[in-house]
């Protein structure tokens, strides 16, 4: 990896002193309220004309999957999105504006979907997309759109790094976590653990394939004396593993990292069991294996394995333990029946990055509003997010952890290890 | 070299056929005998899981649940066969093709309203948790039960289809429709028998699969999808090759996996393409 | 026949529905409303897959299942042409037309020998197949997340305006349609439908099955190549869900909707069939469900689809100007 090394210290920098200013702001009171001080400021002055934006209602576009086998991810995606919506317009909109949501299903034609949104209802800003290649999609006519799109589940790195850095798509942003925390970080964990042999199962599609190659270029680098003696490659949709498991399992390898999720991890985590997988592999690394969908189905049959089942998402209830996080939870609690899944938060805080360049810029102006949330630093309920101008990619960190039961409903989290988001992330140039 | 892992992906590969037969079987004889190729068969299939989850959880007793999934799924067989199937016998085949296909889309939907969005499974009966290990895999009893269970349908559908006055009725409406109707065949009441069976069947795959396969709207869409592939390299219409391709198919896809991870599918297709340029009619099939 | 008799013959119901539909078509950007354009542009694309899908369907009475297979390879050399060798849209569209002459000839010979019911099935497994490839060969597609930056600014010509984008495709679809509707009423087009009349007779009036169905596959292949060319210009990104027998299957249900049977048909199918899904999604998550419900009236109900609907009402009211919209 050559890069260029003024750039990334700059980088560093500018990224350690944003999320220590983010934290110390984040920590020391609720980012509402600083908020309101700052309105009251401004009316009180005489003379300042007080700042609102040019309409009464600010529109949101929310696109997610709706129907089929993923139509869960898109429900996720409401959830927080509407929790962000009721808590702001409870207190007064943004400015004054309400917040407006509009639901639509990406599996509709995702691109037609996006300009009805924009042309037809209004909408001021998009968020959302569950699927890689429909983020692409969407990342591609942005301009044509003309209007800032968060997307806050879709995972391909290329996105930001592509579309924003390299083709300065700059309406584009990204609220959530992409593939570093699959790939990279997932090697950061594998290298403490007592094991050199390593197998793996990915999606046969560009997220499986792109996460195993980031997490075995990475643990090579970290660890010299690993091995991957076995990878294999079920197709999106599969609903039986045995033929892959069976396969895995004829290997001499010692752990197992995969990047399946959803309905089909479930399904892959109740084969392995089944198979004697848990028998043989003494670590299991599942990169998507605390999403909440999977915590709850599997419940108190998640397996785990000798040397721990280290699972992350790309938000985790339990972390951070900040009292803004915990709040986040218990509202998010009362208002759904369940505890948060990940792209409910990461939608949760894309409607609160918004709210925040607004309040700044005072105007739905994109270019201007661009301008406020490159560089935004922002408490949100999983810590503080710094929004890296290059690559309008939001940086924060997520653990990993290590499934244990405790006799609740759905399984608990130790050891949470975390490492430094900087750290982890890719940065530009991106070579 | 060491053979083992071989083994268990051949055993692997026969539980996988023999789920592929039970679906395939229904998709054999109702193309067979109404000459309808099903685009709903894989709703009947989570039909028959969701059912098995729904009486599981209220009753707790397997075979109970298995033996309701499987008379409501054939129910379901009968009402769609009654409601839509009877109205476009007469059609173009590719009028009956959407119809089913329109049935599923409906269907899938319909079970999302019921059961919701998220997965469901149940666990595997107490006496068949554990299983045989060899190699590091485990073979559970579980899956050489369905492999059992594939068999003797096998066995069960021959001697029906060839010791029965029923079995002979259903193979004179498979051979000649209108001659049979002339010789006091009820067409009609075999048709909606048919399709009895046949949903029933893939209600019953779908119940036995719910301990191994966790189960949510629209799932077997891709499962059928081989099952497909199966009955069209067999012949459409042949029982035995159904069988004997659905093991061929199941063992092949399962060996593929273990030598050549990259390809196993595309190979599958290419076979299938590959089948079908030299013998259309499927291996079994007679023209 | 003389020339101006030839003329006189072209001019019909269908010519003048095509030219007013051509129209207004054209005036649609006037309006200055981005989405109404939008649905405009993707009835056009999608009218063009769905019209050449009828060469086949309609006229010779072949049902492919692996139409995205020509779309797709329509979409994927335009973007793979631009990206890699001569970045020009105009270049990057033409250059479709070997490809899918290429790719209609390796498709008729490996499947037009056998009956109907294998073309289908033939069809299905080489789109299957190439949508594979599509996904496996991630360092040439960029796999399931596809390609992007399909450039709309060339050497030769400049479409990234979207109204330029609007009559650069508006242009195309005008050519193809007449080219069709000259084909319609050419006696190559009689051939093709008289084949699909009666696949039997024609062997004896000394033509070949084989060579008819492999020109109709041909012409077919060749339009929704161009529309799936198009569609990569349109959205500068291509994904294999183009490929895939999903997608394949929508021309199907838009000229079941508009009427297999007519010249219009497939277009008037598109018509409907692109708002439909378009307001129908508005129900958020049921939509395919109401699809279902949609689909499954129309096969039990209307199937000789709109136009067949309402020649059958013309004919009821004794209007006698039905005969006009068919082939």
Do not use: C
């Not at chain 2, 149940?122 to 068999?151: D, F, H, Q």
């Not at chain 3, 497994?125 to 594979?132: D, H, P, T, Y």
């Not at chain 3, 010509?157 to 195309?172: C, H, M, Q, R, W």
Request: glycine share 10%; hydrophobic share 50%; charged share 15%.
């Amino acid at each position: 990896m050559s890069v260029d090394r003024r750039g990334f210290i700059k980088t560093l920098g500018a990224g350690v002193v944003g999320l220590a200013v983010g934290a110390v702001l984040g920590w020391a009171a609720k980012p509402l309220e600083v908020r309101e001080v700052t309105k009251t400021e401004t009316v009180t002055v005489p003379g300042v004309v007080e700042r609102k934006l040019p309409k009464a209602t600010v529109k949101i576009g929310v696109l997610g999957i709706r129907s089929g086998l993923w139509s869960t991810y898109g429900e996720f995606i409401e959830q927080g999105a509407r929790l962000a919506a009721e808590e702001i317009n409870a207190k007064g909109g943004i400015l004054g504006s309400r917040v407006e949501l509009v639901f639509r299903d990406e599996l509709a034609d995702v691109v037609k979907q996006a300009k009805e949104l924009v042309d037809v209802e209004g909408a001021d800003f998009i968020i959302g997309i569950d699927s890689s290649g429909n983020a692409m999609k969407v990342g591609g006519i942005v301009s044509e759109l003309g209007k800032i799109l968060v997307v806050t589940h879709a995972a391909t790195h290329r996105l930001t790094e592509e579309l924003v850095y390299k083709e300065g798509k700059k309406l584009i942003f990204r609220s959530s976590v992409p593939v570093y925390q699959d790939g990279t970080l997932a090697a950061y964990i594998a290298k403490d653990l007592p094991v050199r042999k390593w197998a793996g199962i990915n999606g046969d599609y560009e997220f499986g394939r792109v996460s195993w190659e980031l997490f075995t270029k990475t643990l090579k680098a970290l660890r010299p004396d690993v091995e991957f003696v076995v990878d294999q490659w079920p197709k999106f949709g599969t609903e039986d593993f045995t033929p892959f498991i069976s396969a895995l399992l004829a290997s001499d390898a010692e752990a197992l990292f995969t990047s399946i999720w959803a309905i089909e991890l479930v399904t892959l985590q109740r084969q392995l069991t089944i198979m004697g997988g848990y028998k043989k592999f003494r670590a299991v690394i599942s990169t998507l294996g605390y999403s909440m969908d999977v915590a709850y189905s599997l419940g108190t049959d998640y397996p785990t394995a000798e040397l721990g089942t280290w699972v992350s998402a790309r938000y985790m209830w339990p972390y951070p333990p900040t009292k803004a996080n915990k709040d986040f939870v218990d509202r998010f609690k009362a208002r759904w029946g369940r505890l948060p899944a990940y792209s409910a938060e990461t939608t949760y805080s894309a409607i609160y990055m918004l709210k925040a360049a607004l309040e700044n810029a005072a105007t739905l102006d994109p270019d201007i509003l661009i301008k406020t949330l490159e560089g935004l630093v922002i408490m949100t309920p999983a810590g503080v997010r710094w929004i890296r101008p290059e690559d309008h990619q939001a940086i924060y960190e997520v653990p990993y952890g290590r499934i244990v039961h405790k006799g609740a409903e759905v399984p608990l989290l130790e050891d949470l290890k975390a490492v430094p988001a900087m750290l982890y992330y890719r940065h530009p140039p991106f070579t | 070299m060491d053979l083992t892992p071989f083994l268990t992906q051949i055993f692997i590969g026969l539980y996988k056929g023999s789920l592929y037969w039970i679906l395939a079987l229904g998709l054999v004889l109702i193309f067979g005998v109404v000459r309808v190729i099903n685009f709903a068969h894989a709703t009947f299939y989570v039909t028959g899981s969701y059912m098995m989850y729904t009486f599981y959880m209220y009753t707790g007793n397997f075979i109970l649940s298995l033996t309701m999934a499987t008379l409501i799924a054939g129910a379901l067989g009968v009402a769609f066969e009654v409601a839509v199937i009877r109205r476009v016998y007469k059609l173009e085949t590719i009028y009956q093709l959407l119809a089913t296909f329109a049935i599923a889309l409906i269907f899938n939907e319909a079970q999302k309203l019921v059961w919701g969005k998220g997965v469901v499974y149940i666990p595997i009966p107490e006496a068949l948790r554990e299983g045989v290990s060899i190699g590091g895999v485990t073979l559970n009893y579980y899956m050489i039960l369905i492999m059992v269970i594939g068999l003797l349908l096998f066995i069960i559908v021959i001697l029906f289809m060839n010791n029965t006055i029923m079995g002979l009725r259903i193979r004179a409406v498979w051979r000649d429709p209108v001659m049979s109707e002339a010789l006091g065949v009820s067409t009609r009441l075999i048709y909606t028998l048919v399709f009895f069976v046949g949903a029933a069947l893939a209600g019953l795959g779908g119940a036995l699969t719910v301990p191994l396969i966790s189960v949510g709207p629209g799932l077997a869409d891709y499962l059928i999808v081989t099952a497909f592939i199966v009955v069209v390299i067999a012949g459409l219409g042949s029982i035995t090759g159904a069988y004997i391709i659905s093991v061929l198919v199941g063992v092949l896809s399962s060996i593929l996996v273990l030598i050549t991870p990259e390809l196993d599918i595309v190979i599958l297709y290419m076979i299938a393409a590959f089948i079908l340029l030299l013998r259309p009619q499927g291996l079994f099939g007679e023209r | 026949m003389s020339l101006s008799s030839r003329l006189k013959g072209l001019v019909n119901g269908n010519t003048v529905a095509l030219l007013l539909l051509i129209a207004f078509l054209a005036i649609i950007p006037l309006t200055g409303h981005r989405f109404y354009m939008y649905i405009a542009t993707l009835i056009m694309i999608m009218g063009m897959f769905a019209m050449g899908y009828n060469v086949l369907f309609g006229y010779v009475g072949l049902l492919s299942f692996g139409h995205g297979l020509f779309f797709g390879a329509g979409a994927y050399s335009t973007a793979l042409f631009t990206l890699k060798v001569y970045s020009d849209p105009l270049v990057g569209v033409l250059i479709t037309v070997p490809v899918a002459l290429l790719t209609s000839i390796i498709v008729g010979v490996l499947t037009l020998k056998h009956g109907k019911v294998y073309f289908a099935i033939l069809t299905l497994a080489l789109s299957m197949i190439f949508w594979s490839a599509l996904v496996k060969l991630r360092w040439l597609t960029g796999g399931t997340d596809g390609l992007v930056g399909i450039p709309k600014r060339g050497v030769f010509v400049d479409v990234s305006g979207p109204i330029v984008t609007y009559y650069f495709i508006l242009a195309f679809f005008a050519v193809i349609m007449l080219g069709l509707y000259i084909l319609n009423k050419s006696r190559y087009g009689l051939l093709l439908r008289a084949l699909g009349a009666n696949e039997d007779r024609l062997p004896f009036l000394g033509y070949s099955t084989f060579t008819l169905r492999m020109v109709a596959l041909t012409i077919s292949g060749t339009a929704s190549a161009l529309a799936g060319s198009l569609y990569a210009v349109f959205y500068s990104v291509v994904t294999p869900d183009v490929a895939y027998w999903t997608f394949g299957a929508e021309p199907l249900i838009m000229t079941l909707i508009g009427g297999p049977s007519y010249f219009l048909g497939p277009l008037i199918g598109a018509l409907i069939f692109v708002p439909l899904t378009t307001v129908v999604a508005r129900f958020a998550e049921y939509w395919m469900l109401l699809l279902g419900i949609a689909l499954l009236a129309v096969i039990l109900f209307f199937r000789g689809g709109l136009l067949g609907f309402l020649e059958s009402l013309s004919r009821e009211l004794k209007l006698g100007v039905y005969r006009r919209w068919r082939f």
